[in-house]
């Protein structure tokens, strides 16, 4: 039982980490990706609360959560923009886009709103069970698989994987899309599993956590899940540590899951594993 | 530009199917409606271009500093912490000592937390843009505690510090007015940001090592030296705009110290196109928008938060517009 608690806490982390596993292997670093999930879960949320169905609460947080990658993907790919400008601005863009409809919709401080939350059996949850498989499926994918071997060639050197004729921008937008679906996924999951509402900027930082994830996970979908169960291990202390009376100030156990992050960033450094081409637009020699 | 983010924002007020005429009409009265409402904008205009100038600085030396947000607070934190001791001690110092004393303390806040993300990315390779972010949501947590701890006011039980006397808060123009001495402060370091890139030696290395610092370390100039100076000259900035936020405006710290005004500060040096001059000329619009908006506000559902996607709809233009044409350029040319 406490072991399903540690998984629920760390889903959002740990599937929108696997998801961006995939983006980077392919040389994109989807700084967007906080964006994405917080617009996936105020659409979870709105859908639910119209539709009183969590699961097409899913659909709809799925959808928006690939849409938002595609908006990130367009620029950042297509037009070879700064991944980090269009990232940030797909990030201002979900919080004022999400804050302005939330307000609209439910009033200016936002009531305390509850939808139906995703049944789940013994505190297992579809996504759950979903998570836990994705992680020798996005293993397979990218190691095994003809596919995964040639988003791993556009990350490494793109140019060798466009003169053995892969389109490097389709591959490297169908490895974006598929982290947008798992950003998706974590963000239905925050609003339609763990909290059963929504709030102005709910997602907290969690999309850049789960980014720096990738990088602790040495860009492999397992150690990525397990770096994420670190985060999630963090976050469950912030509602236990009252309980085990310890005398520190609660600002620090909330602070605690970035705090882990950066001192892991630290401690692996860059290191020779990441995508050799990655964050750079690669534009077609004519 | 400026032609281009108006249509941007007539685009924003048409998908919320706001009237434009009046919402338009609106904007414009609480931008510039009168002196209360030019006071409003130009208050609103000095932390934007501040923590404009801040990014200008840091990307122009090649480091992505999203951390003006956490700079913007630890900056305050600082300051607040110089107050305890300079206005609130047993003997307090001169006012204008003490006023000056709290914003250089605000720069070295800001510089301190901005040195953080450029020592993790020269020694540890750490991207500057994760690690900034990160330390933007312990900066937060960091003032939560430091209001309802150490630097929290002694009398009451709410997560405030003291709240500064007026002697020592930058001197008004008129009662009524927002408007301060520190309105002033923004404007002269643009001027001071432009001599410092395109007039001085420093300035020169750190633009080319953010051009390119293999080609910067050929020519024996010391890459991480600049991509350190840039990182703190960047979180210096970002610290006064908290800075001036404390003794312009707010007079105290609470745990919504900052209003985004960090982040916010990207979208203004990158409509800036980085460049301190023109960043003016972004923070006055933006700081317009967010006077306006506030007018808005009070007769619709939409607010500040309408003011974020029309700065990232604009951005996204504006990267969008500048990518097509560098293409078209490169197949000219090629």
Redo the contacts between chains.
């Keep these: 039982m406490e072991f399903i608690s540690l998984l629920q806490y760390a889903a959002p982390v740990a599937l929108a980490a696997m998801g961006e596993v995939v983006t980077q292997r392919g040389g994109v670093i989807n700084i967007g990706l906080e964006g994405a999930m917080l617009i996936a879960s105020f659409f979870a949320m709105l859908v639910c609360y119209t539709t009183h169905s969590p699961y097409l609460g899913l659909v709809a947080g799925v959808g928006t959560g690939v849409a938002t990658a595609g908006l990130f993907g367009f620029f950042a790919i297509i037009l070879a923009a700064d991944q980090v400008v269009v990232g940030t601005a797909v990030n201002l863009l979900a919080l004022g886009l999400t804050g302005t409809l939330f307000r609209s919709k439910f009033g200016q401080s936002g009531q305390l709103l509850s939808v139906g939350r995703i049944p789940a059996w013994h505190g297992v949850d579809p996504l759950m069970v979903l998570m836990l498989l994705s992680v020798p499926a996005l293993w397979f994918l990218i190691s095994r698989t003809g596919w995964g071997l040639a988003v791993r060639a556009c990350g490494e050197y793109p140019k060798a994987a466009d003169a053995s004729g892969f389109s490097v921008n389709r591959l490297r937008m169908q490895a974006l899309l598929i982290g947008g679906i798992y950003a998706g996924l974590a963000g239905s999951y925050l609003a339609l599993v763990i909290t059963g509402s929504f709030a102005e900027n709910m997602t907290a930082g969690r999309g850049f956590v789960a980014i720096a994830m990738v990088t602790f996970g040495r860009w492999k979908p397992q150690f990525a899940f397990l770096a994420a169960l670190l985060i999630g291990f963090a976050e469950s202390l912030q509602y236990k540590f009252q309980t085990y009376g310890w005398k520190v100030p609660f600002q620090l156990m909330i602070a605690l899951p970035y705090l882990i992050a950066l001192v892991v960033l630290v401690l692996v450094g860059r290191g020779a594993s990441s995508p050799g081409s990655l964050g750079q637009p690669y534009r077609k020699e004519k | 530009m400026i032609g281009g983010l108006i249509v941007v924002l007539v685009l924003t007020l048409l998908a919320?199917r706001l009237p434009v005429g009046e919402s338009l009409k609106m904007l414009a009265d609480g931008a510039f409606g009168d002196k209360f409402a030019i006071s409003r904008t130009a208050v609103k205009a000095c932390p934007l271009l501040l923590t404009g100038l801040g990014m200008v600085v840091a990307w122009r030396s090649g480091m992505?500093n999203?951390g003006g947000e956490g700079q913007f607070i630890v900056g305050g934190v600082f300051g607040a912490a110089a107050a305890k001791f300079l206005a609130f001690g047993p003997h307090p110092a001169p006012a204008w000592v003490s006023t000056t004393l709290i914003l250089l303390s605000c720069c070295i806040g800001g510089a301190f937390w901005a040195w953080l993300a450029g020592w993790?990315y020269v020694r540890?390779?750490?991207?500057v843009?994760?690690?900034t972010?990160?330390?933007?949501?312990?900066a937060l947590?960091?003032l939560?505690?430091c209001v309802?701890?150490p630097l929290q006011q002694s009398k009451m039980q709410v997560p405030l510090t003291e709240t500064l006397p007026d002697a020592v808060m930058l001197p008004k123009l008129s009662r009524q007015m927002d408007v301060h001495l520190g309105t002033m402060l923004p404007l002269i370091a643009a001027v001071a940001v432009f001599i410092y890139l395109y007039r001085t030696r420093p300035g020169f290395c750190l633009r080319l090592v953010g051009e390119n610092p293999n080609a910067a370390r050929a020519s024996r100039i010391d890459a991480s030296r600049y991509q350190l100076q840039g990182m703190m000259v960047s979180g210096a900035l970002c610290g006064l705009a908290g800075g001036i936020e404390y003794v312009g405006i707010a007079g105290q710290l609470g745990t919504d110290f900052s209003q985004q005004w960090g982040?916010l500060g990207?979208?203004v040096a990158?409509l800036g196109a980085l460049h301190p001059l023109a960043c003016v000329g972004s923070s006055v619009f933006f700081g317009a928008l967010f006077a306006g908006s506030e007018n808005l506000a009070r007769f619709t559902?939409?607010?500040a938060?309408?003011?974020?996607?029309?700065?990232?709809?604009a951005?996204?233009g504006y990267?969008?517009i500048?990518?097509?044409s560098d293409?078209r350029v490169?197949?000219e040319a090629?």
């Design positions: 919320f992505y999203i993790l540890r390779g750490v991207a843009v994760i690690s972010i990160l330390l933007n949501f312990v947590q960091f939560g505690y309802s701890g982040f990207i979208p990158l559902s939409a607010g938060t309408l003011v974020y996607i029309i700065q990232a709809v951005v996204l990267v969008g500048k990518a097509y293409r490169a197949v090629g």
